[in-house]
């Protein structure tokens, strides 16, 4: 063997080891790293970006939440691809350094890269056999790496989405009591007039379970964050953002008896919320995203289902404290996944429509352009998508 046949196999078993290591890190590894995806992080925000651009310009709701849908699962499969192409074209580049120990010899990098292609399937015709020791070990390497993608493919999908239908679970159960898209307000005052005190508390506390295992899953396994909710005007985000605001609305507004049940939920839900402005990088706000008139709506509203509130002042000065916490963080993930903002997160403007589950809300001020996905539809335009 020359130099240059060394030179191969030492670049091609380094390209391996990268492959080996993101993938390890990427999927084995059950927590959150930091450069996670040396491979297909660029492609993977790349594509994303891409796909969103599209996804804004796509005029029909239906059409374009399905587009959107799609990226998720199609990543999936992106990422796989990726990690088989850079290990098949390592092993190529292994074998072709080791050309001279294969029967008949590889006489190009095409036919190595045959080689390599049908022995990772594995497919082996019998055409090309190993004869040195270099060239055996390698086929043996790289038919267990084959097998190995496979195996974790599998695991990963199943893993995957059950964790997803894990999610969306609750998000579907919330659309009783918060509506769709859901409200915080909305959600303390349909157990309040309907009596589902007692419904309000475990709520509570199933949502901070939610809290603690997206924040294991979807940090462990990031894809997760662009699988959407397969429901109209529900979207996990919004509906953790409306029990987020519930919780906030009780520990600094109302003067009840939940007011522990929503600080634990507060306090593990704050802790999701700064492990995924982490993952995405996004920074802290003053700015509580609601206005001082919209607050006292809501306080007049709460008196009015028969809740005990504190003084006006004083619980708008500590609602406004604790929203800063993670009001400004969730809208950027909204902004971030594309997800239409509901009542109170991100986007104020939005206007849910009126179907028989919830409350409608104010009509907007003015026409609501549909190519701009941050402004989303309004009331007809959504009710005729929901519509079959």
Known sequence: MTAIDWLEVAAGLLLV????????????LPRPSINRYVFVRLLFFASWGAWRWVGRRVQKPARREGWLASFGP?????????????????YAIILDGFSNQVRPPLTSFGESLYFSATTIVPLSYGDFVPSGVGARVTILLESATGVGIAALVITLL??????????????????????????????????????LRSELYKTLIDWREWSAAVLESHLAYPILLYFRSSHDN????????????????????????????????FTVGNHLVEDLAWNFGFGASTDPMVDRREFDEAYARLKAAGYRCRPEDTAWKFFSKLRTKYASRLSQMGERLAIVPAHWIGDRSYVPHADGRGRSHKKPKKPIDLSELSR???????????TP
């Open 234 to 265: 529900e979207a996990w985000l919004n509906s953790f953002g409306a029990v987020m605001d519930a919780a906030v609305l009780l520990i600094s507004t109302v003067d009840e008896d939940e007011e522990g049940a929503a600080r634990l939920m």
């Open 376 to 386: 989303p539809e309004t009331s007809a335009t959504a009710e005729s998508a929901r």
């Open 17 to 28: 080891l990268a492959a080996f290591y993101d993938l390890f890190r990427s999927v084995v």
């Open 74 to 90: 199609a990543a999936v499969i992106a990422m796989f691809a990726t990690w088989a192409l850079a290990f098949l074209l390592g």
């Open 158 to 195: 199943f893993s995957l989405y059950a964790a997803f239908q894990e999610r969306e679970e609750l998000v579907v159960t919330l659309d009783a009591v918060a509506g769709a898209p859901p409200s915080g307000v909305q959600l303390l005052e349909t157990t309040a007039e309907r009596g």
